[in-house]
């Protein structure tokens, strides 16, 4: 059955207010489920772990359980190849570090100019330590969408590593990620997936994509601030770790350096029970795609995202069609109606005459949140020549908006444009 929108918004207690959370690429709003496990943690659970007390083994098993929903969530292969940290930008320069220490002077790393700055910076600096080059792959500044036809010519047996994200946070565009690891893995080189604008619009399956690392933050599928990295539990092995003494040498313990944010991994746990309820409540239609290669709650958490996903695409022509009926204003990114899977429901945009962000601030003013700037997504709006200008407007929708608040974005910014 379709998203019943009213039961969605139930359950979360923030979209009681009559504002409108379009600012959701910088972070989603949570459902009860999250805010509840989390005081549930904190009331009954409040650990450190490997006590040999009560809270702190509660503690303990709340963290495993964690572990295991995100494993079924991206469909890794075992519980052991999640690593909890703080956010993905934290979690990708604490394992670039460790890359590192396989790269030698004139290894080459492939970074894209669509990515947001922490899958490129680190690599960079990584490259800079070792003494590597950095390829750059380029994206079409009319759509938006990567120039796929540079890759093979970028790519080398000196290729050591391949980083691409899964969506773009500024421009919205999917990538096609299981080509671009594919072709990677052709040249032995190892890929770095960053997901997080991908993760709460659409399924993801690391076994299915074949890739080495593929990194996400809570914060955006409707959890608390907390950073999750799958990878593959050989490489993990082999990888050396950064990490104090004490700590476990096996992973995915000897990369979570320090004491876990424990009542955030409760958050993360109760996100992904929502997303369940959501696949077992309106994901029967998405059962046959996935029955057969998935059961129980890995099979429910991809009826959830191929539902919301099919969701969204309606909801991406809408947005679409409401900003580009505002006069002075420049959607970056994929437009084509014919191409809406291929994008998720995030788009940026400019207004002739004003300022980002006095675009952003008068919005505000009338209860509808967006960003402006670049988001990180420096390389993006260096290449679209508007970093000096401030960047552009950002409206994300969620699976939680309503065609009514998309309606009354339109207004808002016609009246901004006519002033």
């Known amino acids: 059955m379709p998203l019943d929108l009213p039961r969605i918004r139930a359950c979360f207690p923030a979209l009681t207010s009559p504002d409108v959370y379009l600012d959701n690429p910088g972070g989603t709003q949570?459902?009860?489920?999250?805010?509840?496990?989390?005081?549930?943690?904190?009331?009954?659970?409040n650990a450190n772990h490997e006590g040999a007390f009560a809270t702190s083994q509660a503690s303990d098993a709340l963290v495993n359980e964690a572990r295991q929903a995100a494993a079924d969530f991206v469909n890794a292969a075992r519980p052991e190849e999640i690593i909890f940290g703080a956010n993905m930008t934290t979690l990708t320069l604490h394992l670039s570090r460790s890359l590192a220490r396989r790269l030698q002077p004139g290894d080459e790393i492939v970074v894209t100019r669509l990515d947001h700055d922490a899958n490129i910076s680190?690599?960079?600096l990584a490259a800079e330590d070792r003494g590597c080059t950095v390829r750059w792959l380029d994206f079409d500044v009319e759509d938006g969408t990567l120039r796929l036809e540079q890759l093979d010519g970028l790519l080398s047996a000196r290729t050591r590593l391949v980083a691409v994200g899964y969506a773009s946070n500024a421009l919205g565009t999917i990538n096609p990620v299981a080509t671009i690891v594919e072709r990677a893995h052709a040249v032995g080189a190892l890929t770095y997936i960053d997901s997080v604008h991908y993760a709460p619009h659409g399924p993801i399956d690391v076994q299915a994509l074949g890739c080495d690392f593929?990194?996400?933050?809570?914060?955006?599928?409707?959890?608390?601030?907390v950073g999750v990295l799958y990878g593959r539990h050989a490489l993990l092995e082999e990888l050396p770790a950064y990490r104090v003494r004490p700590a476990p040498s096996e992973p995915p313990g000897k990369f979570e350096t320090g004491t876990g944010n424990f009542e955030g991994l409760a958050g993360t746990l109760g996100a992904l029970e929502y997303l369940t309820w959501v696949?077992?409540?309106?994901?029967?239609?998405?059962a046959?795609?996935?029955?057969?290669?998935?059961?129980?709650?890995?099979?429910?958490?991809?009826?959830?995202?191929?539902?919301?996903?099919?969701?969204?695409?309606?909801?991406?022509?809408?947005?679409?069609?409401?900003l580009q009926a505002v006069?002075?204003?420049?959607?970056?990114?994929?437009?084509?109606?014919?191409?809406?899977?291929?994008r998720a429901p995030t788009v940026s945009f400019t207004l002739r005459g004003r300022h980002p962000r006095q675009v952003a601030e008068?919005?505000?003013?009338q209860g509808l949140y967006a960003w402006d700037g670049n988001y990180y997504a420096l390389a993006v709006t260096e290449r679209l020549g508007l970093e000096g200008s401030g960047g552009m407007v950002r409206v994300g929708l969620a699976h939680y908006n309503t065609p009514a608040e998309v309606e009354r974005l339109g207004a808002a910014l016609q009246r901004i444009a006519s002033d």
């Open 279 to 286: 696949g077992e409540t309106f994901g029967a239609e998405q």
């Open 327 to 342: 006069p002075g204003l420049t959607v970056y990114g994929l437009t084509d109606r014919r191409r809406l899977d291929a």
């Open 122 to 124: 680190p690599w960079l």
């Open 362 to 365: 008068a919005l505000g003013r």
């Open 214 to 225: 593929l990194a996400a933050s809570a914060y955006k599928f409707f959890g608390p601030h």
């Open 288 to 322: 046959e795609r996935y029955r057969g290669r998935f059961t129980g709650r890995r099979l429910l958490l991809k009826q959830a995202m191929g539902a919301i996903r099919a969701h969204e695409i309606e909801m991406a022509g809408q947005l679409l069609d409401t």
């Open 30 to 45: 949570v459902p009860h489920h999250v805010i509840d496990r989390m005081v549930d943690y904190l009331v009954t659970k």
